[in-house]
């Protein structure tokens, strides 16, 4: 899917603030309306875009603790484990990475006596060699970039 510098444009302005009104993106873009109302129109139907989201301030979040776990399995378990850990109600994200492991997972808890437990419940699955876990200490940045 080939996107335009328009469409660039357009996407980078909405992962600073997706709230922006359509008049918004169109004067930052040096469009009208209708131009930037169209554009955004056409990469929500081809699928660029797929949702709007809120995203909470750590003082609102229900989660206490934000933590990212790298799992690390034996060859031919993914499929089994990401099943598995999809119905862990506390991992946000969920993405295969490249490199010494093979997954990594954010977390959302609300104490650290709860990521110790959600952490043995990951070592415990079947196939899992590893896991390392980073808490998030606080955040410099976020534009809700999810995958």
Not at 5 to 32: F, M, Q, T, Y
Not at 36 to 54: F, H, M, N, P, S
Not at 58 to 72: L, N, P, Q
Request: hydrophobic share 45%; no cysteine.
């Amino acid at each position: 899917m080939i996107l335009t510098d328009g469409d660039l444009s357009l996407i980078n302005l909405l992962k600073v603030n997706a709230r922006a009104s359509v008049s918004e993106l169109a004067r930052k873009l040096g469009v009208s309306r209708t131009t930037a109302q169209d554009r955004l129109t056409r990469l929500e139907e081809r699928g660029v875009i797929t949702g709007y989201t809120v995203r909470l301030s750590a003082e609102t979040s229900e989660a206490g603790v934000s933590a990212y776990v790298m799992i690390s399995f034996e060859p031919g378990k993914a499929a089994a484990i990401v099943k598995t850990l999809k119905t862990f109600s506390a991992i946000e994200t969920l993405q295969s990475v490249s490199g010494k492991i093979d997954l990594m997972a954010r977390v959302g808890v609300d104490t650290p006596e709860a990521l110790d437990r959600l952490l043995d419940k990951v070592g415990a699955i079947d196939g899992v060699v590893s896991t390392e876990s980073a808490l998030v200490l606080s955040t410099k940045l976020d534009r809700g970039l999810a995958a």
